[in-house]
């Protein structure tokens, strides 16, 4: 069983940034894609970031945040992070990472497995 543990959330700034991670724990993580998906309160869920399994040289991003956002994993670490600059109120939500096998996808059904998420709240 494949296990997601969001982390580094919280309360920012408008403009500041910060970085989530997203700790896997069970099968190989290398064989995963990942992606980060956000969903706001009243809206829904809507794909941010992926990245492809094993080198993660392929990454895809939501148009409202390319540019701004970076997602990557270490391998050696299970863990996939997403930097997240120039942070705008409307980028309030909370966020969570998900894991399919091999190939990247910004469609959530294609996940097989999810975390349980970790607020984030850029104020004005």
């Known amino acids: 069983q494949v296990q997601l543990a969001e982390s580094g959330g919280g309360v920012v700034q408008a403009g500041g940034s910060l970085r989530l991670s997203c700790a896997v724990s069970g099968r190989a993580f290398s064989t995963y894609a990942m992606g980060w998906f956000r969903q706001a309160p009243g809206k829904e869920r809507e794909f941010v970031a992926t990245?492809?399994?094993?080198?993660?040289?392929?990454?895809y991003y939501a148009d409202s945040v390319k540019g701004r956002f970076a997602i990557s994993r270490d391998n050696a670490k299970s863990t996939v992070y997403l930097q997240m600059n120039s942070l705008k109120p409307e980028d309030s939500a909370v966020y969570y990472c998900?894991?399919?096998?091999?190939?990247?996808?910004?469609?959530?059904?294609?996940?097989?497995?999810w975390g349980q998420g970790t607020q984030v709240t850029v104020s004005s």
């Open positions: 990245i492809n399994w094993s080198s993660g040289r392929t990454t």
């Open positions: 998900a894991a399919k096998y091999a190939t990247a996808s910004d469609s959530g059904p294609n996940y097989d497995y």
